[in-house]
């Protein structure tokens, strides 16, 4: 695992549609678009932020966990003039012992049903496997959480099982979660 890769500068990852780049202050409206939607959280361990204050912290919360190795949030942007970010995309929980990490995604509502999570999940686990040498990437999933999962199986990623009541998850208590994961000798660029 070369983390330094991740760490040294913040890496920017360039899709066919997508880049996926460093959140700034000047992303707050659409950062806030996605936090203010109670759907977009429906399915994750994330209360949604209603006040657009709480969510600009948040922002400087990105940059401190970035400068502390522990998480790394990209924006997803659409390139162009306009750089819209329409989804987030962070990969966390590094596990040096056996080289693997757990990744997470949720997108503004409007920009879902497009391919941009399907694009940003390809691009990032491109990014894991090739430039950072990681084995193992996975992903934990509500099992209701179908649209997600579908990302996941598009991916390559494969359902290694159902952890029962194996989490706390904020405003959702005690969950059950899908696991899904793919190793580097399953990838396929």
Known sequence: MNLDVLYEDFPIIEGNRLSLKKIEVSHLDDVFSIYNNDRVFEYCGILPKHNIETVKNMIGHFERDYNKRSRIKWGVLIPGSSGKLVGIIEAFDFNS???????????????????????????????????????????????????????????????????????????????????YAQLKEDYKP
């Open 97 to 179: 012992k056996v080289n693997m990490v757990t990744i997470g995604y949720y997108f503004d509502e409007n920009y879902w049903g497009q391919g941009f999570a399907t694009e940003a999940v390809q691009l990032l686990t491109r990014f894991l496997f090739e430039q950072v040498n990681l084995n193992r990437i996975q992903a934990e999933v509500m099992p209701a959480n179908e649209n997600s999962k579908r990302v996941l199986l598009k991916n390559g990623f494969l359902k290694e099982g159902t952890l029962r009541q194996a989490s706390v998850w904020t405003g959702k208590g005690i969950v059950d979660l899908e696991l």
